[in-house]
T-cell receptor, first 116, second 112 residues
Framework: KAGVTQTPRYLIKTRGQQVTLSCSPI?????VSWYQQTPGQGLQFLFE???????NKGNFPGRFSGRQFSNSRSEMNVSTLELGDSALYLC???????????????FGAGTRLSVL | GIQVEQSPPDLILQEGANSTLRCNFS?????LQWFHQNPWGQLINLFY???GTKQNGRLSATTVATERYSLLYISSSQTTDSGVYFC??????????????FGQGTILTVHP
């Protein structure tokens, strides 16, 4: 069974540009969560999608957005990039995200974004 | 929301030593996971352990949910165990869907 796939693995952008990152979850998983990892702030939750609906959102500005498609693949978009957006962006998938079993999260290898 | 604290922040060992990493959390959880982050940044699942005890080779974990802590044990450590270990948790009630809250991690260095 293929794991969580994130593309691209590396990106270099300049301030003011926008970027789109992609995440393909494990087959059968319907929940996709996104996280940002920086040396200063650690791992922080961005948002979660389930069946094409955003059900939870972290404390990030509106420049960070996402969506999920009917095949559960998800994309996140960052508009008007700032230097502080340089980070490792991680995506995780799980069968569910509720209180029952199946909410184990499996992570992709991440996309490392550098903003110059 | 839930708070997760890990200790110690850094741990330096000689190969063959044993170690215990601790994770304290501030509220009841129905998801608690331990991860090892490899040098390329990927989070590798070690345990899903909202309660009880599990073992996998030289690694084992115990979560005492009533006292809100979890422990990760590494026995006979090897240089390949080096890296950052994260504990993460959430309570899926209310608005916590899909949101793992991570501790700050323990940086483990194992010397030959």
């Amino acid at each position: 069974k293929a794991g969580v796939t994130q593309t691209p693995r590396y990106l270099i952008k300049t301030r003011g540009q926008q970027v789109t990152l992609s995440c393909s979850p494990i087959s059968g998983h319907r929940s996709v969560s996104w996280y940002q990892q920086t040396p200063g702030q650690g791992l922080q939750f961005l948002f979660e999608y389930f069946s094409e609906t955003q059900r939870n959102k972290g404390n990030f500005p509106g420049r960070f957005s996402g969506r999920q498609f009917s095949n559960s693949r998800s994309e996140m978009n960052v508009s008007t990039l700032e230097l502080g957006d340089s980070a490792l962006y991680l995506c995780a998938s799980s069968r569910t995200s509720g209180s029952s079993g199946g909410n184990i999260q499996y992570f992709g290898a991440g996309t490392r974004l550098s903003v110059l | 929301g839930i708070q997760v604290e890990q200790s110690p922040p850094d741990l330096i060992l000689q190969e063959g030593a044993n170690s215990t990493l601790r994770c304290n959390f501030s509220d009841s959880v129905n998801n608690l996971q331990w991860f090892h982050q490899n040098p390329w940044g990927q989070l590798i699942n070690l345990f899903y352990i909202p309660s009880g005890t599990k073992q996998n080779g030289r690694l084992s974990a115990t979560t005492v949910a009533t006292e809100r802590y979890s422990l990760l044990y590494i026995s006979s450590s090897q240089t390949t165990d080096s890296g950052v270990y994260f504990c993460a948790a959430y309570n899926a009630g209310g608005t916590s869907y899909g949101k793992l809250t991570f501790g700050q991690g323990t940086i483990l260095t194992v010397h030959p």
